[in-house]
Structure formats: structure tokens, C-alpha cells
């Protein structure tokens, strides 16, 4: 057991309380360090990967990742909408989500050092006289101090009982899996502290609570999977290459000491930029798809040339043609009214030019490279 | 069925909604009307037999009464108390204290009509789902709204989650049994109330809400099984007829109004409190033992005479006697401080007349009637 205590903290905005950290590190034995997830995510975010990098801080240290996966609620619904009816997930469909989370999380953390926990274990044998000791152990105050309830609550927003009863859930599941170290963003700190409530009146020894900042995406909010401002951890890597060169220059520094645990760039912003981007494409595909993205970037993106790989298609027939229909037929637009809003906005190019008619000469169209938005191109056949 | 609705909501405090009761007894078939009630309560009192007064007068309309013994909550205990362990109390104790219960409640309620449901038949299968299902159609703030709550809430004592649960274990019950009426004493409001929210979430026509006052005992407070200031429902009748006589003047208006129903007395205020008592003794234990009990009212306690059995008893050795060590041996006193306080107070007359000496001549204590308190009277024998 090695690792230092300034690695496995880097970055932490909470590690509480004061001094346990340490005094649990001393113990000689392996920590078991929990982390729960969100199937129910539409995707795993770069955010995600923050508090997993403290987690394979701790593996290389030769501690134990312990990820659970919250099968309980996701099969019983979300219970925080008003609707009678709950969407119920089927147990397959958390399956494949679950998997979907692991093969982004394994390009951190190390899968020979994680246990997997499914909380149905636990939570399905659940009757109500649990609940009511699970619930004595915290005050309705106490979970009403997490900032969103206590907005809500001051601003006489419903608040449903239930919604009290989540946090007490995960906070079950600390005891269930004995956790010595739970990990989270800086948005789940109470969540975290109401583990150690319950887990000391389960009369086990609360573990330490270690939050990591949460980061904001290139819009300037908290990136996150149903907001769809993201850099998934595991996606094509032209996307991701081409999302992170998105990112505005004052957010590098953020990115280097969050995403790449390094200190912040000096030189050019571009180059830095280029850095990240080969990171996160590296981390999640190997170094060779790096390069790849970053070349396909280089043509397409920054010198607005066309790929070297570019589909053909006939023409239709007509003089002149119609490029509205022809748009949604060949370049996948909803409707024509879509391309022609394309269209006025100069987004249509043939051969390099904007297209400013909507009716054009067919003599113009046949053999031309046409450009639909930033990265859709089609050459059409020159019959 | 036939009930006119001014005795069904005789006395009620809240009949909740407005006109909706009307509306239900338009159905034409008999309704269900629900009574929760506490069999881990020390006793049963007057107090607790106003709303079942209201179940006879239901009953007697041709409506079925649902009483819900809280056996579940019984058997896992109340978890208000801070202490780790709770007190379980064994299913043989719950069937003893219910069917004491019975016993009073049968005094006033028609046992043919009435329909006894343990609650444990459901809340035993209630599981962390359905719990969330049951919490999910109430809010936080509707649950504070309670008096209690809001108290302890505004003055920052603990409430535990746990507590906000058993007004939905409540209000589960009267989903379990479909109840269409639901009665409780003014303190009972919301809890009914939040029966109503929970019935319509499940899909259930909500109960009508009936609360009925609480009753003051002689003390000016609640009268409680708890505090120990109560006329219970049965108990002995020189006790019940005793109890009766020492309440206020002032509270016969309402014992007339409340417990027998009728207009305030006018006459004599000793007159309408000997048919108060008579009334209540007559209700737990028929005429005869009405009429005994006022025997030895009048006799022992207003006119201050011995009951015509008195217990007699050799005198100590001794003379003079040391009276307070008398008190102790044949009075059941608790401790010659006790005792020497009682003399001190006037309250122990050798042959009516108040003893004023802690140590008296044996002549006097030979042959005389000694009493000590009101009621109890011991000869002592001339040897």
C-alpha cells in the first residue's frame, strides 16, 4: 500500500473530516473507495471521469474501487416526476447501460482492482421497518441543508417525501458495501455526508467523504450527460477532438489541472489545445486515433477542406436543380425548410463557393464538391 | 340506511370536504369508516371514546366501522426515540392490549358491525418501492405543516425522516382498507388529511376527513392515557364514579355536550355531575354498577362516613403509638415522611376527627375507625 496523500486528494475540494483520511490510510489494509453511478445517464462525460481518476489514484495505491450500480432505482423509476406511472427499465436495458458506463470508466480506472455492486442486492430486501431505521438516522433538516432542496424549500417549491429518501439510499448503500472512502462531485457533498450519518447508526465507522470539482463545458455551465453540452469519455474521436477545440482559451487551465492533472499550459493556446484533445482522444482510444482525429481536424475543420475520403452521388434529374430537396435527400436535413434556412446562412458550398440561389444550373452542380455545414460533404456524379 | 347527518357529524370539528360527505352517503351503500387506533396506549379513555361515539352513530345508519390495530408499527417500535434498539413488543402483548381495546370500545361501538384489521397484513409487504411509490405523493412542507412539526421545525429540534413516515403508514391504511370516512380527534387533522392525498395517488376516491375535540380532563389539559390524568373508558366503578365527581364545574357543559351528548345541565351542578357519572359507569358496566358506585360515593367520599365493610386490624404493641409507622404498616403509605406529610395536611382522622399529633395515646387508636386520604378506612381492635 503506497501512494501519496497529496495524489490521491489532487484536485479534491472536500476530503472531511479533518485528519480521517490519513488516520485511515494508516490502517495497513486495502480502503474500499465507493463510487456510484448513473445508468440512467444518456451519457458518461469527462465530468464523470474526474472523481474515476481519483479512483484509479487509489487502485495504483493498491486500494479497492467499489462502483455501484443503482439497478434499485433505475428498475423501479425516477420517482421525482409528478406522473402516476413510472418509466420502469428493464433489467436487460440497465445491463447494457451499465456496460456502456464500465467501458468508459475502464479507460481510467483499473477493472483488476474494481468490484462491482449492483444495490438491488441490498436495496430489493428492504422492508418498511428498515426504512424507518434507515430514516431515524437523519433529521429532515439536515438532508434540507443540500443547496437544491433548501432553494426549492425557501422558494415554497414541492419537495416530495421520496425525493428525501434518495440520498438515504445511497447512503444504505455505504453501509451495505462498508465503505471507507466515498467519492463524488462537489454537488453530492451532502449526499456524501448522509452516508456518514447513517453508516455510524448502522454502527459501522463513517467513511471519508472526498468530493472533486464538477467542470464546465465550452457553454460555461456544468457539463453533463442530459444537457448534452458534453465530451463524452468514450465517443468517435473526430467528435471528441473536434469538441474539445471548441473549448474557449480560458478554460485550458481548468482542463489541465481537472482532465489532465497537470499544471496549466504558457504557450500557445492553439498548441495547448491540440494537446488536450490529443489527450482525451489517447486516453479513450490509444495514441494512433489521436493522431488520426487531429489530422482529420487539421483538413476538414481548420482548413475547411474537404475529407480525402468523400461520398458520390448521382444527380437528379432537372434543370435547374433544386438544392433544398436535394439537401435532405443526400445530406440527411429534416426538411427544406432546414436546408434553405442552411442555405441563407451561407452554409452551402459548391466547390468552395457559398451558395446564395436555391435553384441552381445543373451544368454548376454536376461533378462539384458540395459542402453542407462543417463536415458534410458529397461529390456529385457529373451525368 | 338511514342516518340523519346532523348525528353523524354531531359535535365534529372538521368534516372535510364540504359537502362531500352528503355526497357519499347519496351512494346507497353502507360506508367504510376507519379508526386507527394506538395499542401500545396505557389506557383507554373517555377521550378516545368521542370518535368512537361517532362510529355507533355510523353504525347505527347502517355504515360499516373499520377499526386498524397498528400492529406493525407496534412490532418494530417507535422509532422517535434516539436509542439504537427499539423496543419490539412480542405479537401475544399486541393481542392482549387490542383486545383490552376491544373491550372498552365495545362499550359504545356495536361489535356486529364492526370490521377489526391489523395493519401488518399490509404494511408487512410494503417494500422500498412501494415506499417510494407511498412518499412520492406527498411533500415535505405538507407534512410540516403539522402543528407539531412546525414547531419543533421553527425551533430547530430534530425531526427524523422517519417521523414523517408514520403519518404515510397512517394514510397507506386507509388506502389498504378503502376507507370512506375517516374519524380522529382534532390532533389527527393532517394525518387524515394526508390520507386524502395518498388514496387519490393511488387511484382511490379520497376519504371524507372527521375529527371530533379532544376532551380536557380535570387538570385543564388533554385528557391522555399517558399523563395518567384520565377517566378510562372501563375501569372500576367507584373509581370512574370518583373520578367523575372531582371534575370542575365549569368542564360539565362540555362532558354533556361530549361524552353523553346532550344540553348542558342547568340545575343543581352536584346533581348534573352525580348523572355524569352515573352515565359513565352505567356505559361500561350497566345500571346495577351505576347505581353501587353512587352508593359508595355518597356514603365513604361526600359524607365522609366509613363504607360499611371496614377492615379491621390488631393495634401494635406500644403505648403512645407512633402513628406515621401505623400509616406505613396498614395504609400501604410509602415512607413515615409520607405518612407524617399526610397528618400534617389533615388528612387522617381518628373517629372523623383530624389528627394533629404524630404520637397518640393507645386508648384513643383502641376501637376507633382511623382514616387516612379519603377512602381508606381501617378499625383498629380494643386490645
Known sequence: LSASLAELTRNAVHVLPEGELERKLELGRPLRVKLGIDVTAPDITLGNGIPLQRMRAFQDGGHIGVLIVGDYTARIGDPSGASAERPIIA??????????????????????????????????????????????????????????????????????????LYPLMQAYDSVAVEADVELGGTDQ?????????????????????????????????KMSGSKGNYIALVEDPDEQFGKTMRLPDEMLPDYYRLVMEQNPPTGDPLEAKLALARFIVARAHGAGAAAAAEEHFTRVVREHQAPDQVPEAPLPPGDPIHVPALLVEHFGLGSTSEARRLIG????????????????????LAGALVQAGKRRFIRFSRA
Chains 1, 2 share one sequence.
Open 91 to 164: 433489467p436487460e436495458e440497465i445491463d447494457r447501460m451499465a456496460a456502456r458506463f464500465f467501458e468508459s470508466a475502464y479507460t481510467i480506472i483499473d477493472p483488476e482492482r474494481t468490484e462491482v455492486r449492483y444495490n438491488g442486492e441490498w436495496l430489493g430486501k428492504v422492508d418498511f421497518a428498515e426504512v424507518l431505521r434507515l430514516t431515524r438516522a437523519v433529521t429532515v433538516a439536515r438532508l434540507l441543508e443540500r443547496d437544491d432542496f433548501a432553494k426549492r424549500f425557501a422558494a415554497h417549491q414541492a419537495i416530495s417525501v421520496s425525493e428525501l
Open 189 to 221: 457533498l451532502y449526499n456524501l455526508l448522509t452516508g456518514r450519518d447513517v453508516m455510524e447508526a448502522y454502527g459501522l465507522e463513517p467513511q471519508v467523504v472526498l468530493t472533486t470539482p464538477l467542470i464546465a463545458s465550452w457553454d460555461g455551465t
Open 345 to 364: 446562412q451561407g452554409g452551402v458550398k459548391v466547390d468552395g463557393e457559398a451558395l446564395t440561389d436555391l435553384d441552381v444550373p445543373r451544368a454548376t
